[in-house]
């Protein structure tokens, strides 16, 4: 139990609450790394019944948590605008 309370707190994922944007939802997942928190998070839409999901990381790093969040929102949402459903295919990236 108490290895299950330290992992809790030494860890360095800090997923927040989802958005939602047009019908997919974003969830920032910043990670704390020397000091500055990345830029990455997931993107979920449910297509036939199946929750797909496509996970992004981008080279913005920022000193304020709160900064990351905003950034991978607006990432994300650029991300959906260009590219739709495609996220979800196999060779997206």
Request: hydrophobic share 35%; charged share 30%.
């Amino acid at each position: 139990m108490f290895s299950k309370l330290k992992n809790l707190f030494n860890s360095n994922s800090s997923a927040v609450g989802a958005s939602h944007y047009k019908d997919f939802q974003i969830v920032p997942t910043p990670k704390k790394n020397s000091g500055a928190y990345t830029t990455e998070g997931k993107i979920f839409k449910e297509i036939g019944g199946v929750k797909m999901s496509a996970y992004f990381i981008r080279t913005d790093t920022f000193s304020k948590k709160d900064d990351a969040i905003e950034c991978i929102e607006r990432k994300a949402r650029i991300i959906i605008d260009e590219n739709g459903e495609k996220i979800f295919d196999k060779d997206w990236l």
